[in-house]
């Protein structure tokens, strides 16, 4: 069974940090695009940051830029969000996602509070 699972969200004041963590079963996430998107309340989900299956390119969103770092261990199956100086305006439920081709895969989120 196919499975992301999300962990390490929680509360945090503003400035300080989280990592997040994304856990895959049933498949090998070596060949797949590695993502994390949020989504707050009343807002669209928005993508956060892609890291590539070659290469490992990664790519931010402009607000996230310098502030997040995407990682992904495929030895250990795995992609990380390393998220510092964190803003109120960065709650959220962070998601895991899994892209090739037509395969594309979601797990339940984690929820991060940014709020003093």
């Known amino acids: 069974q196919v499975q992301l699972v999300e962990s390490g969200g929680g509360l945090v004041q503003p400035g300080g940090s989280l990592r997040l963590s994304c856990a895959a079963s049933g498949f090998m996430i070596t060949t797949y695009a590695m993502s994390w998107y949020r989504q707050a309340p009343g807002l669209e989900r928005e993508l956060v940051a892609t890291?590539?299956?070659?290469?490992?390119?990664?790519n931010y969103a402009d607000s996230m830029k310098g502030r997040f770092t995407i990682s992904r261990d495929n030895a250990k199956n795995a992609v990380y969000l390393q998220m510092n100086s964190l803003k109120p305006e960065d709650t959220a439920v962070y998601y895991c996602?899994?892209?090739?081709?037509?395969?594309?895969?979601w797990g339940q989120g984690t929820q991060v509070t940014v709020s003093s």
């Open positions: 996602n899994a892209r090739r081709y037509l395969s594309n895969y």
């Open positions: 890291i590539t299956s070659v290469g490992f390119i990664t």
